[in-house]
């Protein structure tokens, strides 16, 4: 038998088990999720909890990266706070999703030992959430197919959810749903059906935030012994504000992510200069081009026939002159 193995302190280290216990264990209330509550995303927030308080189902529509799924968690989290109810589960869309990935599925070496029964039954997380009163954020939602997003049809209608071999199942009065989306335009993305479209009575538009609060995400995002000047934090804004102006090239700009990206590397790189000691700073506008060019080209989606890279060289050039 292979001796535990030990760690730099001479301590025996933890099994992949008892590590992936100790993380389930963990409060949801406990995460530290850092967000902007201010302009749309505040409007968005009450709107949440307006349909929370109606027993309306909503969704939350908008491009790539605009901080749908950060807001919902936190939503969530606070949500959680209040009922002392840490249940919060998610699942994110795409066409490879089946109905088992929300209701659940028959473990088949247990069905073939005990038969169709609840031991050897494995939930899935829409049924989670719908048994414990949590939330359950549908990610993506119009990435699922057709065929999938039908069975969200009886739980968001009837609260209640059928189970084969087993029967009915009813949602706790608790239970919360909660979807986001990209438009549809987007490519990669399901028309939702009339039926699923119906059952969801509240629409919330989130878009890319004003200046002022995308700035504030960026530097909440950054880690503390970063320090990034108020002006090169003015140059990262305008790239990823050049992407989304250029509609003529750009099909998806870069999203807040991109900025956060962008400052940190930049953060990255002021810290060693103070760490080496560095008489002389580098220009950031020399900083700035290298770093923006590894970011942009996997952050933006050109049109077609354009090549990413000429367009990123040109915004760069144009708002950095190197």
């Known amino acids: ?117 609840i031991e050897a039954f494995n939930p899935g997380s829409l049924l989670k959430a719908m048994l414990t009163g949590g939330t359950f954020l549908a990610n993506e939602i119009n990435r699922a197919t057709e065929y999938s997003q039908n069975t969200l049809l009886e739980p968001l209608e009837e609260k209640s959810i059928g189970i084969s071999h087993l029967g009915r199942v009813r949602a706790r009065d608790e239970f919360f749903f909660i979807c986001a989306m990209n438009p549809e335009e987007l490519a990669g993305t399901h028309r939702l059906s009339e039926a699923l479209k119906d059952r969801i009575k509240m629409w919330i538009k989130l878009t890319y935030p004003d200046k002022a609060t995308e700035l504030e995400i960026i530097r909440v995002n950054l880690p503390e012994n970063f320090t990034v000047s108020e002006a090169e934090l003015d140059l990262v804004y305008q790239i990823v504000e050049a992407t989304r102006k250029n509609k003529i090239d750009i099909e998806i700009p870069a999203s807040i992510r991109a900025g956060i990206a962008m400052a940190k590397l930049l953060g990255r790189r002021r810290a060693l200069e103070v760490e080496n000691k560095v008489e002389e700073k580098v220009p950031v506008n020399v900083i700035l081009s290298d770093i923006a060019k590894n970011v942009l080209i996997g952050s933006i989606k050109p049109k077609p026939g354009v090549n990413v890279e000429d367009v990123i060289d040109m915004l760069i050039n144009k708002i950095l002159g190197a």
């Open 1 to 117: 038998m292979e001796n535990p193995k030990k760690d730099n302190t001479g301590s025996k280290q933890n099994s992949f088990k008892e590590l992936l216990n100790e993380n389930l264990a963990q409060q949801y209330e406990l995460e530290d999720i850092k967000i902007v509550l201010k302009g749309q995303y505040e409007k968005a927030y009450e709107l949440l909890k307006d349909a929370e308080a109606t027993g309306l189902f909503p969704a939350l529509v908008g491009p790539p990266g605009v901080g749908k799924t950060i807001l919902c968690r936190y939503f969530a989290q606070q949500r959680a706070i209040e009922q002392k109810n840490t249940n919060f589960y998610w699942l994110t869309m795409d066409e490879s999703i089946k109905p088992s990935h929300f209701i659940g599925s028959f473990d088949p070496a247990l069905t073939l030992q005990k038969g169709f029964c």
